[in-house]
């Protein structure tokens, strides 16, 4: 079995400030997270794949690339792994 989470990299609101984050600001915050997620020992983060404007999840092959800068092993179906 494996346990992971997954992320549509939805521009969305601080939920401690209700301030909208910038794309910018909402990327970083994603690749932070994927950097938790070898931390904490996770066995997969997924990143799904949208063409709205409140999505940043266009090109995800993109974000796997950036998540890999850092040791990250990219997984068959785009997940990123151990």
Do not use: Y
Not at 48 to 72: M, N, Q
């Amino acid at each position: 079995m494996q346990i992971g989470i997954d992320s549509f990299a939805a521009a969305i609101s601080d939920p401690a400030t209700g301030a909208t984050l910038s794309p910018v600001e909402r990327m970083h915050d994603l690749l932070e997270r994927l950097r938790l997620r070898n931390r904490a020992g996770l066995d997969v983060f997924g990143i799904g794949e949208h063409h709205r404007a409140e999505f940043l999840d266009s090109a995800p092959v993109v974000i796997l690339s950036a998540a890999a800068v850092d040791g990250a092993r990219i997984g068959p179906r785009g997940e990123i792994g151990k």
